[in-house]
């Protein structure tokens, strides 16, 4: 089955603890993205991967940090997470990134920090 | 002026009838467009993809673009109790660049009544 998978799923940290969530696709996607999801404010771009070795930042990418060293996972990585990172995170994969390319999201990653 | 809007809503509609969910935009470069349906503490999920000015039918659901007027919008017909989620607008913009992103708009919450 084509996916977006996202570990943990849910997870209750405390500041300054470093943790990484995990994203893998098997769909063979160049591009991936995350975004945190908050309320009121929509989803927005933290960081995003055009493929293998390239990511670049997004709308908000303070506090984070990515890797693409297979063109399947694309980790978000929080080096010192802080209660302001308190949201609903999601991976997204496409094709790629043109104009006609659809994104497929992972099931999301509920993160709390305190 | 953020870059795509919606109407937070809520929007209450009668079971059967139409529910008109609508999103403007600010990038007169955008190309494609799309409606994701995501039901609470879940992903989102793509219900439709616009590209070119005019309707576009799948099912119950009608995408609406007027790209001179920014405007974009989805139709659910015969609404049901299940339609009851929030739905966001997302907009891209032209080009395989890094420049070619995809906004989200903050979503409408949608509520059917039996």
């Known amino acids: 089955e084509a996916q977006v998978t996202q570990n943990p799923r849910y997870l209750i940290t405390v500041t300054g603890k470093k943790l990484t969530v995990t994203c893998s696709q098997n769909?063979?996607?160049?591009?991936m993205s995350w975004y945190r999801q908050d309320p009121g404010l929509g989803l927005r771009q933290i960081y995003y991967?055009?493929?293998?070795?390239?990511?670049d930042k997004g709308d908000v990418p303070e506090g984070y940090k990515v890797s693409r060293k297979e063109k399947r996972n694309f980790p978000l990585i929080l080096e010192s997470p802080s209660p302001n990172q308190t949201s609903l995170y999601f991976c997204?994969?496409?094709?790629?990134?043109?104009?006609?390319?659809?994104?497929?999201f992972g099931p999301g990653t509920r993160l709390t920090v305190l | 002026q953020k870059e795509v809007e919606q109407n937070s809503g809520p929007l209450s509609v009668p079971e059967g009838a139409i529910a008109s969910l609508n999103c403007t935009y600010s990038?007169?470069?955008?190309?494609?467009f799309f409606w994701y349906r995501q039901y609470s503490g879940k992903s989102p999920e793509l219900i439709m993809f616009?590209?070119?000015?005019g309707d576009k039918e799948d099912g119950r659901f009608t995408a609406q673009l007027n790209k001179a007027s920014q405007y974009v919008s989805l139709l659910i017909r015969d609404s049901q109790p299940s339609d009851s989620a929030t739905y966001l607008c997302?907009?891209?913009?032209?080009?395989?660049?890094?420049?070619?992103?995809?906004?989200f708009g903050s979503g409408t919450r949608l509520s059917i009544r039996p």
């Open positions: 991967s055009m493929n293998v070795e390239v990511t």
């Open positions: 616009i590209y070119s000015n």
């Open positions: 997302a907009v891209r913009s032209s080009g395989y660049s890094s420049a070619s992103k995809i906004i």
């Open positions: 769909m063979n996607h160049e591009y």
């Open positions: 990038d007169r470069g955008s190309q494609s």
């Open positions: 997204a994969s496409s094709l790629r990134q043109t104009s006609t390319d659809t994104q497929y």
